[in-house]
């Protein structure tokens, strides 16, 4: 197997396999992954690359799973835990609405698994913004949280996605996903749902007609062999159902975590990982560069090599600053376009489902 055989079947429209998969995270030519990444990138989405105008809300720090990447979390008393009630959260979407030239479309909501909120809260939370702000879309909770009110709420996983896509949820973001192989998922993440569960979260929003993104987090544990089978598991179950929108590989933030001898990513890991998720997720229309993870520089490189998605104006991003963010706090509309632009590719504002606004 080589790479010029790989080259010959993505040029041709041919689904790599695992094996294939394997070689390209093994291979140095990274010009030539990038390239043929790039051009699958065009036949989807032409020169176009999307952002969104959106705010982040973490609505609370406190955690009962305290992963061990993840440096946001708090135990419930801890010094630096933080709750945010209803009024405040709302207060901070108006504010910040009230503070740009263009109003924002997206609230992106996930947080911690607070062991004393109710489900109910979260009901509420979802029905107060929409009712405040009736034309902001609400993306919200990770496929975690909602395996968690499933839990608190007694409800099946069905009936807990119906009754927030009542309240007014209308998508969900890709967290929680990590990395599904059971032997490092049991080191990095002991207390968080096995990949299996999450797997079946998702199946079932799919099935409620919710769509959501999906993620990956690399650079902590993990072996090339594990990224390969989690993009296959994703791609099974984007056979089965289409409701993935994007994809978003999250490279791994290492300060502040008790993940042994763990470091930044390197830009060229970065860009590799971004271009083989390109080439292997032959059935995800978007592979999103999220800029505040892979910082602004690498990201716009990203939109080189296979990605088309820049994620947005974010303002106020927690998880990635707690472990030692490089990137900056938020990007305006201008800054996005102006990055997208010298990248030679065209910025289309886009809403939460992909129209341009
Ligand atoms: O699930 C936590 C990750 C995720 C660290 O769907 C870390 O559009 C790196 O999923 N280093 C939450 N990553 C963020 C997320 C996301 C972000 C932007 C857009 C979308 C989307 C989804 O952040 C968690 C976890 O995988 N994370 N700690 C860390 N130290
Ligand atoms: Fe909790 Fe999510 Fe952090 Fe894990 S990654 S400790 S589930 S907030």
Partial sequence: MSLKKIE???????????????LLFKSDDLFTIGRLANHVAE???????????????N??????????????????????AYELDIRKILNKLKTQNSKRKTQFSEVHIVGGLHPEWTFDFYLELTRAIKKALPSLHIKA??????????MISGLSLANTLRSLKDAGLESMPGGGAEIFNTRVRNKICPEKISGRRW??????AHKAGIRTNATMLYGHLETYRHRVEHMMKLR??????????????LAFHPMNTTIEGAEYTSGIDDLKTIAISRLM????DHIKAYWVMLGEKIAQLALKFGADDLD??????????SAGKLASDAMTRDELITLIQKAGKVPVERDSFYNPV
């Fill in 8 to 22: 010959k079947k993505v040029l041709s429209g041919k689904r790599l396999t695992e094996e294939e998969c394997l």
């Fill in 312 to 321: 947005g104006t974010i303002i106020e991003e927690k998880i990635t600053r």
């Fill in 59 to 80: 609505p609370t720090n406190v955690c009962v799973n305290r992963c061990t990447f993840c440096a946001f979390s708090k135990s419930k008393g801890e010094k630096g």
């Fill in 281 to 284: 997720l032959d059935n995800f």
């Fill in 199 to 204: 797997l079946k979260v998702m199946e079932t």
């Fill in 236 to 249: 099974e179950l984007q056979d089965k159902t289409n409701g993935f929108q994007a994809f978003i590989p």
């Fill in 141 to 150: 909770f990770t496929a975690v949280e909602i395996d968690h009110f499933a």
């Fill in 43 to 57: 036949q989807k989405n032409g020169n176009n690359v999307y952002f969104v105008n959106n705010h982040h809300i």
